[in-house]
């Protein structure tokens, strides 16, 4: 701008591009006018349309151009707050938790960002009629087709009359031709349409200069102060040589002059005058002030959601849209919230999230054999009525849990509420072990053995013995019967790890016959077909505990074992037998159910003393089952409003294009007089 003027540097080339045709065309340089910074200081008020700004709008005038306020727009103003309260609630979790923090800068961005557009849209509009109307009574054009903003400023304009116009037609009316003097022979009739048409230039030249409007126009922007000399010069003639002839001249002046400013003003059936173009403008800006404010919000909260989004996606304690469908784990919850971006919520919502308070689980009270595990910040309260609450802080989440007494686990009715409330609960047993032993005695060796067959029915067995392999002579032992031998280190029946050992590795092939019955006592071993049957007594000889005899052909019984400490003694380094019978039988096929009687036929047998009573049987006492209740508690879905930034970019006004180097000059018209004549 020059000197705070309305014509701007590139002015400057039409200007000299407009010498340069007048120098083309033959015209003397001395008689074009050259003093640039008379003719620009004088444009200014040669045209006068400026822009009606209130006091607000002079206000953001001046701060805009500041060294600071040059850079400050709804955007940067918006997106500063934004990130103003981002870095606070980063810092500050009591910040962060804040609901009216949240929506005092969501609404501060909203105010500022519509507010600020708002306010610039009303100056801008304000500016962008300013300059249309300027131009176009500089005599400028423009491209109606590609102009939509032109045309729309072109609804606001005010009538406009140019000055060279008006000029020559009071001079070709009223001057004797090729002289600047009024001709004598003037009619009524002239002299009333010349008092109009100088009421038309005065009042437009008036009304111009009170409302700083353009209402005359100019056939070029390097010409106006030479039209409107012109103009001013032959009124100023005119008027004077009319005051010599005419009596009452100035009155009749004043009064023509009067009825043309209020129809200017008021405008009248089929014209629109000053007033009614300025009420056109006012509404349809509050319109684009309106539509501004809420591009302004609408766009701003689009792209401020989209950088919530984004920063979420990098953020362990904010659930977004995007990372929901690519992340697996839920964001991380905060004192019981889950952080939301509005995005994130919608799908949550779609998709039935139920995000739970996260974290290990901590032992709760225990109640019977239950413990109940609750996450951080929850806890398992008795209430006054004997039941439970189930609170998060100073919270209630479910209240009036009952319990079983006994277990301590929850009841149905308290599992069905926590279902209702959403909370879930897993019940976990653990096997509860074993506590210490106790002797348990039988009170007869036969009750002794039928529990011994009942409890352990893998080893100890009901036997029905078929016959002896005695070699058909029961009186004299001869062969394999006296082959039942103590086996271990040296015979001792005690091997290197202090097991007891029966060994049966002599029997012979042939040695074992009864009738028509007979069994090769060697390959029975290596087959796996003998077993070793020890019975506590002669009365129970019917019950036997059951070893099997390996391929060397030992029995080994296991000197920790139930029936090693029962049936047998370490005694100076040899075994005892302490036991009735120890023997070696041959089992029969088809066998393979443990609960039927073992049929077996004898090969050969030790005996023992026998037991007088039963023993006493060390029995561990079984431990009830523990139970884990573990609470899996939700929680709470909070919103986080996204930051509002607006940007957005705005139609500016279109250029103009060149109007044309001389103005049509039309013949004299009546149409110059004002429509209402004074009386």
Same mark, same amino acid.
Not at 23 to 33: F, P, Q, S, T, Y
Not at 441 to 461: G, K, Y
């Given at each position: ?10 002015? &400057? ?16 340089? $001395? ?77 501060? *961005? ?15 509009? #304000? ?54 003097? =009024?001709?004598?022979? &003037? ?16 009042? %437009? ?56 400013? $209020?129809?200017? =003003? ?82 949550? +919502? ?15 009270? /225990? ?17 006054? @009525? ?20 006994? /277990? ?6 308290? $599992? ?11 019940? /976990? ?14 009170? *007869? ?5 039928? @529990? ?9 067995? %009901?036997?029905? %013995? ?6 058909? @002579?029961?009186? *004299?032992? /001869? ?6 031998? +103590? ?32 069994? !090769? ?9 003998? $077993? ?24 080994? =019984? ?6 090693? #400490?029962?049936?047998? !003694? ?28 073992? #049929? ?16 006493? =049987? ?17 929680? @709470? ?13 705005? *139609? ?28």
């Amino acid at each position: 701008i020059i000197e705070k003027g309305l014509l701007y540097a590139d002015n &400057l080339f039409e200007i000299a591009d407009n010498v340069k045709k007048r120098v083309g065309e033959g015209e003397a340089l $001395k008689n074009i006018d050259l003093d640039f910074d008379v003719v620009i200081g004088k444009a200014k008020t040669g045209v006068r349309t400026e822009a009606q700004f209130n006091t607000a709008d002079r206000i953001a005038e001046k701060i805009s151009k500041s060294k600071v306020g040059q850079f400050v727009n709804e955007t940067t103003v918006a997106t500063g707050v934004s990130l103003a309260y981002s870095v606070i609630s980063a810092s500050s979790k009591r910040v962060a938790r804040s609901k009216l923090m949240a929506w005092g800068s969501f609404g501060g *961005t909203a105010l500022l960002a519509g507010g600020i557009a708002g306010f610039r849209e009303n100056k801008r509009f #304000k500016e962008d009629r300013r300059q249309h109307l300027r131009e176009m009574a500089q005599n400028k054009e423009f491209d109606e087709k590609e102009s939509p903003r032109r045309n729309e400023m072109e609804e606001y304009r005010y009538e406009t009359k140019n000055a060279e116009v008006m000029t020559n037609y009071l001079s070709q009316r009223l001057y004797i031709e090729g002289t600047e003097e =009024i001709r004598d022979d &003037l009619s009524e009739d002239e002299i009333e349409d010349t008092l109009g048409a100088l009421a038309q230039i005065e009042s %437009r030249i008036r009304l111009s200069d009170n409302k700083n409007i353009d209402l005359i126009s100019y056939s070029d922007i390097t010409k106006v102060e030479q039209e409107r000399r012109m103009l001013d010069s032959t009124v100023g003639k005119i008027k004077d040589n009319l005051r010599k002839k005419v009596s009452n001249f100035s009155e009749d002046l004043d009064d023509f002059t009067g009825i043309e400013y $209020k129809r200017l =003003i008021e405008g009248e059936e089929g014209y629109e005058g000053v007033k009614q173009k300025n009420e056109l403008f006012q509404s349809d800006k509050k319109k684009k002030v309106a539509v501004a404010v809420g591009k302004g919000v609408a766009t701003g909260l689009v792209i401020g959601a989209a950088a919530q989004e984004l920063t979420a996606f990098f953020r362990d304690e904010q659930q977004g849209l995007v990372e929901g469908f690519i992340k697996k784990d839920l964001a991380k919850e905060v004192d019981g919230k889950v952080h939301y971006t509005p995005l994130g919520m919608l799908k949550s +919502w779609l998709f039935k999230e139920n995000p739970t308070i996260g974290g290990a689980l901590k032992d709760g009270p /225990t109640f019977g054999e239950n413990t109940f595990k609750l996450p951080e910040g929850t806890a398992f309260v008795e209430g006054s @009525d004997g039941k439970y609450n189930l609170t998060r802080g100073k919270d209630i989440l479910v209240e009036g849990l009952g319990l079983n007494k006994e /277990t301590g686990q929850l009841s149905d009715e308290a $599992k069905l509420a926590l279902e209702k409330a959403g909370v879930g609960f897993k019940i /976990t047993s653990i096997d509860g072990g074993v506590g210490a032993t106790v002797p348990v005695q039988a009170e *007869t060796l036969t009750e002794f053995m039928e @529990d011994r067959v009942t409890e352990d029915p893998e080893n100890f067995q %009901r036997i029905d %013995r078929k016959f002896w392999y005695d070699q058909d @002579d029961s009186s *004299t032992f /001869t062969e394999n019967e006296l082959k039942l031998h +103590w086996g271990g280190q040296g015979g001792t029946g005690i091997n290197e790890k202090g097991d007891f050992v029966f060994n049966i590795q002599q029997m012979t092939e042939d040695g074992s016959y009864h009738g028509d019955f007979d069994i !090769d006592a060697q390959k029975a071993i290596k087959n796996g077909e003998l $077993k070793m049957l020890l019975s506590v007594s002669k009365d129970t000889q019917s019950y036997a505990f059951e070893v099997p005899i390996d391929a060397n052909g030992n029995a080994i =019984i296991e000197k920790d074992s139930e029936i090693g #400490k029962m049936l047998f !003694d370490d005694v100076k380094g040899k075994a005892v037998f302490k036991g009735k019978f120890a023997e070696v039988a041959q089992m029969m096929e088809g066998q393979d159910d443990p609960a039927k009687v073992d #049929k077996v036929r004898l090969l050969a047998t030790h005996v023992g003393d026998g037991l007088t009573e039963p023993p006493e =049987i060390p029995t561990p006492v079984p431990m009830p089952d523990k139970y884990v209740t573990g609470f899996s508690i939700p929680a @709470d879905k909070e919103l986080d409003l996204p930051p509002i930034i607006p940007i957005f970019g705005r *139609t500016p006004l279109e250029p103009t294009i060149k109007g044309d180097e001389e103005p049509v000059v039309p013949p004299p018209s009546p149409e110059q007089a004002p429509a209402v004549a004074p009386e």
